[in-house]
């Protein structure tokens, strides 16, 4: 214990001692924080500096530009069934007066949009204002209008809306084709309803097709984050131009992961153009079914490689068989276009002006021709099956192909055939009576292997037609009649 206290007692000592000649505690004691720290130099901090700046000129340019805006639209909620509707004894007074009567409830969204037109026309996403009973659209001044739709094609996720205003500010048109990825670009709009939000990122692809978002896909991938009410929102380069529309996101749990998707300006472009003029949208058309090469067709048809797309069939009498093009050939290019993707192709002639002459090279046995082919309009019967549009009582109702991973997922046997229902529109008659996961079979005892099937025979029955429907349901089939008289 003495030996203790004296080692205690000279150490304060020798602590009064220092502080007595001077020194600090700190000296001492040195802090962690007091350790050099790496010093940064004068040339990072302006050029980080200049880099922010730049971004913060170009945020204060485009945001005047972005609109919020919010919609609300009157839905049809399903109504419960009443617990006893399903007892017998109450059953057999009062059927199925019991079961309560599907509801309407108002329901509000949010969303984007970007001003093109000093005079009013705003560009957004079709899932924005559909079915809206009313549109208000907040400029970044804080003044409020109604909003109208002019015009909205679903096959590519756009609307044209308009507003009654003049000498508003505009965002300029940048050309989506000349983008490479790792282009630095920034995404503006309101997600989560939080106004004039900007992020930051780069143009991580091009061309991105199949995704499923849209009919018609040429996406811009981006990793500048998006989230819920950036949709309709712009995309812009460095100069401050518009060069996509924001429309989607990739994601496992609904918020941002890292991808979203924007149109690109040009196919936005013309889309508008479009629908300001004529009221619709006008596609371009050849009359060809293509299919991706695959490396046994290509040892099939012996092609070298897998570039260019295979042509699997020809339409009698189309802009294509008029121009030389066989079953067999293989587009190559389209105006000195590279074609490998069957998606960005169709896209190619979507967006051409039917009546303009265009060349294809192409490979027929070996030999690489080109021909000159006049882009035709596509079909209102086409179209109206591409889109689903019938009058009849299967309007609004959406089908796909029976895959093997869904056929796996909802337990279908091997001998269920037809088309699963992916959705079912509330304005529809089939709404309430067909859910998502039925199997369409039969349409009036015709049977159905595949969408083409579907739409061909769906595209044949009349506006008053009553359909009768064989369904698989939850391990067994039914008929189901479909009227017009909901």
């Known amino acids: 214990m003495v030996s203790r206290n004296i080692v205690l007692r000279n150490a304060l000592l020798l602590i009064v001692m220092l502080l007595a000649t001077g020194l600090s505690a700190q000296a001492l004691f040195p802090s962690e924080s007091s350790a050099a720290a790496p010093a940064i130099s004068r040339q990072s901090i302006e050029s980080l500096t200049t880099i922010g700046k730049a971004m913060a000129e170009i945020s204060a340019a485009v945001k005047p530009a972005i609109v919020n805006i919010s919609t609300t639209r009157t839905v049809k909620v399903p109504g419960g069934g009443d617990p006893l509707a399903e007892d017998p004894f109450f059953r057999h007074f009062f059927g199925d007066n019991l079961r309560r009567q599907p509801r309407e409830e108002k329901s509000a969204a949010l969303g984007s949009g970007v001003i093109v037109s000093s005079d009013g026309y705003i560009i957004t996403n079709y899932h924005v204002v559909k079915d809206a009973d009313e549109i208000k659209v907040l400029l970044a001044d804080k003044r409020e209008f109604s909003g109208k739709v002019i015009g909205s094609d679903p096959k590519t996720e756009i609307s044209v809306v308009k507003i009654d205003a003049k000498g508003l500010p505009t965002l300029p048109w940048g050309d989506s084709d000349s983008l490479e990825a790792g282009d630095l670009v920034l995404a503006v709009g309101n997600p989560y309803g939080l106004n004039q939000t900007v992020t930051m990122g780069i143009v991580s692809a091009v061309g991105r097709a199949n995704v499923g978002i849209a009919d018609y896909e040429d996406f811009i991938q981006t990793d500048a984050p998006i989230n819920p009410g950036n949709s309709g929102g712009a995309l812009v380069n460095v100069r401050g131009q518009l060069i996509g529309i924001n429309t989607a996101i990739f994601s496992t749990s609904g918020g941002y992961q890292g991808i979203g998707f924007a149109i690109p300006s040009n196919m936005v472009r013309t889309i508008m153009v479009s629908l300001i003029k004529e009221g619709k949208v006008t596609r371009g058309w050849l009359g060809i079914s293509i299919q991706r090469i695959t490396p046994d067709l290509a040892k099939q048809f012996n092609l070298t490689d897998e ?180």
């Not at 002006?353 to 086409?382: C, Q």
């Not at 337990?411 to 067909?434: F, H, M, N, T």
């Open 307 to 486: 570039n260019g797309v295979l042509v699997s069939d020809v339409t009698e009498n189309g802009p294509a068989e008029k121009a030389g093009l066989k079953r067999g050939d293989v587009i190559v290019e389209y105006d000195g276009k590279k074609t490998d993707e069957p998606g960005l192709f169709r896209n190619m002639v979507a967006n051409t002006a039917p009546g303009e002459k265009h060349s294809l090279k192409i490979l027929r046995d070996k030999d690489l021709l080109t021909l000159k082919v006049t882009i035709g309009e596509l079909p209102p019967d086409i179209q109206q099956a591409e889109n689903g549009t019938y009058v009849n009582a299967l309007r609004e109702v959406g089908v796909q192909d029976i895959t093997a991973d869904i056929a796996k997922r909802l337990g279908l046997p091997p001998r269920v055939k037809g088309v699963i229902v992916s959705d079912v529109g509330e304005d529809s008659p089939a709404y309430g009576v067909l859910t998502q996961g039925d199997v369409i079979q039969e349409i009036d005892k015709k049977k159905i292997a595949n969408v083409k099937d579907y739409q061909q025979i769906v595209s044949m029955i009349g506006r008053d037609n009553n359909i009768l429907l064989l369904v698989y349901r939850r391990g067994s089939s039914l008929f189901i009649t479909l009227s017009t008289q909901k």
